[in-house]
């Protein structure tokens, strides 16, 4: 049995089977808990080899050939009855059959047909050949495969851009990011708007900013740590290709207004980047609470999640503080507090990220 089932199907197709099952089995796992890149990687690698091995099973199995061995046979029997049942009727009739030249003996004009069929003999050894049961499963086994192997490569694709889509917005899960940020995206990802992440490093802080930006957002830096002039963000990165850079202004300097309203539109309608240093941050918080308090009153909400990450000494009005972070929660920016400490004593409601685990993500 098993043996018959090789025939058929081929190693080609043995082989593509364990890929895909092993991808399902990959996928199935996936679903009963939160999926991690590394499965994910390998179930989409697994359900690509998968797929490709059952289009060359589909070459393998279209190169067979039927054997018609039974049919030959049957016609060289009866070729050989017709033959003797001709000779028979002359022998009684005593009738004088006449040949062609080129006949050979014991052949008449209407056996020629039938000899040519026979002569040309069973197909050349190389040529694989089924009798017409197993080449009829065969058929069956390769449209089968085929048709699984391309709907465990959906179904992996399915989950993969699920959990991307999922994570985009979350500030340590999300990978490969590309500047696709938009309000359509809110209904697949719901990444918190309130982070903390203490004992961040320069170096961190601005991977995070340039992530920020290739996800196609902006971000209002509120610190030193910063310097946009010497190296440009850009929304399109990989590798050494650096394409769209995103503008970055720096509050009061270079044609910049030091204007809080300004600040938050740049940012709000995705126009610029924009840096505040740290000597500047108590005269941008009264009126940047101003401006988002009327917004949230009219309950706008920014489309791209712009980010507000703030690198400088906490307000010493903790009201203040609490107050930036419940605004930026209902007009849908983000606030990343990078400092040593809340200056708000209640840290359920912020994401606290550690800046090991950014690294290992």
Known sequence: MMA??????????VLSALAWLAAAVACAACLRQAPR?????????????????????????????????????????????????EERARIEQGENVMRFAEDAPGESAGGVILRAAVDAGPAAPTVRTLRLDAYRLAGRLSRANRLLAGLVLLAVLGIAIGDYLRRFHH???GYLPLPIAGTWLTHFSHGPPLVSWPGASEAQLRAFLEDVARRGQTFLYVGDRFDPKRLAVHRIQWGRLRVWPLPVLTWGRGGAPADAEFTLDAVWFDRYAMTVPSAEAGALLPPLLKHLAGRAAVQACAARLPHLVWDADAPADAASWRRLASLCARTGMRLVVVAARLPDERTGAFLIMNPEEKEQQ
């Open 37 to 85: 890149r590394r499965r994910l990687v390998w179930a989409l690698g697994l359900a690509a080899a998968g797929f490709l091995l059952a289009k060359a099973q589909t070459a393998w199995e279209t190169a067979i050939v039927l054997d018609r061995s039974d049919e030959l046979r049957a016609v060289r029997e009866a070729q050989q009855d017709l033959q003797m049942r």
């Open 4 to 13: 018959q089932f090789i025939t058929c199907f081929g190693w080609w197709g």
């Open 171 to 173: 500030p340590v899960n």
